[in-house]
């Protein structure tokens, strides 16, 4: 089993930053892939960014420039640095692992609320 431990999340402005860190631990080993998704109210669960083993980097096209997700593999951990942020980011942000023959891992998620 692989748990992912989610921090982070909080209430922001518009235009203000965050900072997402999600660790993972126990069977880690075969994982290839972190990243972060994200559900809105009434939304089906979305791809925001995911880092591949190798460093490979694939983005939202709606966070493109504004966010940016990093993995320090050292630690077994991945950032989202969410920058210029905006009341359509507000959503449960949830940390997905992605593991050899044993498919998904989830996080509890972690509330962004952004609002004046």
């Known amino acids: 089993q692989v748990q992912l431990v989610e921090s982070g999340g909080g209430l922001v402005q518009p235009g203000g930053s965050l900072r997402l860190s999600c660790a993972a631990s126990g069977s880690i080993y075969g994982i290839y892939a972190m990243g972060w998704y994200r559900q809105a109210p009434g939304k089906q669960r979305e791809l925001v960014a995911v880092v591949g083993s190798s460093g490979t980097l694939n983005y939202a096209d709606s966070v493109k420039g504004r966010f940016t997700i990093s993995r320090d593999n050292a630690k077994n951990t991945v950032y989202l640095q969410m920058n210029s942020l905006k009341p359509e980011d507000t959503a449960v942000y949830y940390c997905?692992?992605?593991?050899?023959?044993?498919?998904?891992?989830w996080g509890q998620g972690t509330q962004v609320t952004v609002s004046s």
């Open positions: 997905n692992a992605k593991k050899s023959g044993r498919g998904d891992y």
